[in-house]
């Protein structure tokens, strides 16, 4: 009796730690499946969170490029285009200047002539880029000696200045050749004025091409109309007369009937810009 009791005790306790073993090689799986799907939810957690770091710091960039790349408040962008002289222009190198200018307030521009002082208003606002490269040349005394090279008589009233290389005593045949380092777009044009240019108009002289201002500019001592493709700079508050002797006298018609060098020189003795008081 006690040997079947014994065999039967120990068959029980073989079943009972074969059950045992059973179970804790399936808890061992269990935490083996824990720990796998915790990792990969930690993985996607982390993941997630780098998605949403990258992007934020993408956005940040992207924020403080857009911040970067506008003008600050104030001010514009303007382009500056290198010019090299292979459009046959006599080039004096004087740099550029700088890409974002002031787009308010009004300077006041000042020609000290060999006939008396010229005046004129220049509005930022509505011509910031030709604005600023008059206050960049004027620094640079690019047109001081120089002197106005054409006055037209015919149609179109206006007398040319701003020519760099138009100095000493009487004409050449270059004069009107000569211009910056740098070219920049038309802007503030008189689409719907009429005339376009009236008497006391300031403007900026160009070829035919489009983006093709330079230093050369034009003072308007009649009412003209040209075609509204030229920048208006400003307004002569003074020195209208010394223009309109100067016109009086007439041109030496080197150009043709009514177009050529003013009779009577116009020498610039100094060009400065400053801020409207």
């Not at 285009?81 to 300077?107: C, H, W, Y």
């Not at 610039?268 to 008081?277: D, G, H, L, R």
């Amino acid at each position: 009796m006690s040997s079947i009791k014994d065999r039967q005790r120990a068959a029980a306790r073989a079943r009972l730690e074969k059950e045992m073993a059973e179970r804790a090689v399936a808890a061992k799986k269990r935490r083996q499946r824990q720990a796998i799907i915790g990792s990969a939810l930690a993985v996607v957690v982390i993941a997630g969170a780098a998605v949403w770091i990258v992007a934020a710091l993408n956005k940040d960039d992207d924020k403080s490029t857009t911040a970067s790349s506008a003008p600050p408040a104030g001010t514009v962008a303007c382009q500056w285009i290198p010019e090299d002289g292979s459009t046959g222009a006599k080039v004096t190198d004087v740099g550029t200047p700088p890409a974002n200018v002031p787009n308010t307030g009004k300077d006041t521009l000042t020609m000290d002539t060999s006939l008396g002082a010229i005046t004129a208003t220049v509005d930022l606002a509505k011509a910031p880029c030709t604005g600023a490269a008059f206050n960049y040349l004027a620094s640079k005394k690019f047109w001081d000696g120089t002197k106005c090279h054409r006055l037209t008589t015919e149609g179109i009233k206006v007398l040319q200045c701003g020519d760099p290389s138009a100095k000493g005593k009487g004409y050449r045949d270059t004069d009107g050749t000569g211009g910056p380092s740098f070219r920049y777009a038309e802007e503030n044009l008189p689409t719907n004025a009429s005339p376009a240019y009236p008497k006391g108009t300031i403007a900026m002289a160009k070829t035919s091409s489009p983006s093709s201002t330079g230093s050369q500019f034009f003072i308007v001592y009649a009412d003209t109309d040209l075609p509204a493709e030229y920048t208006v700079l400003g307004t002569i508050t003074k020195g209208m007369d010394i223009v309109e002797k100067v016109a009086k006298a007439g041109t030496d018609n080197a150009n043709g009937q009514g177009d050529g060098h003013p009779k009577t020189e116009v020498d610039i003795k100094t060009f400065t810009m400053a801020a409207a008081s």
